[in-house]
């Protein structure tokens, strides 16, 4: 699956880069085409984040990566028990 995911990350940036420079260097009176390859290019980038994120939660999971910075938040029960209490 985290190889699946690799070929989809690579190939939806791909399709970012390839299809944003098609919407910026369209003819501006070309509206239809323009509008075509930024709805392409957004798809792309959104894919791709997506797909980004999964890889780096499995390299988390998997000790490949080090775990993120997390906060401790386990104080805010206990200070919200004691307050309702």
């Known amino acids: 699956m985290p190889k699946l995911l690799a070929i989809l990350n ?4 791909s399709g970012f880069w390839a299809f ?8 501006p ?3 239809g085409q323009m509008t075509i390859a930024a709805i392409l290019a957004a798809t792309g980038g959104a894919l791709g984040l997506w797909c980004y994120f999964k890889l780096v939660r499995h390299s988390e999971a ?3 990566a080090k775990k993120g910075l ?5 104080h805010l029960e ?3 028990n004691e307050e309702n209490s």
């Not at 690579?10 to 940036?13: C, E, G, P, R, Y």
């Open 20 to 27: 944003g420079y098609l919407a910026i260097s369209a003819n």
């Open 62 to 64: 998997t000790g490949y």
């Open 29 to 31: 009176a070309d509206t």
């Open 78 to 80: 206990r200070e919200y």
């Open 10 to 13: 690579v190939i939806a940036w």
């Open 70 to 74: 997390r906060a401790d938040r386990s």
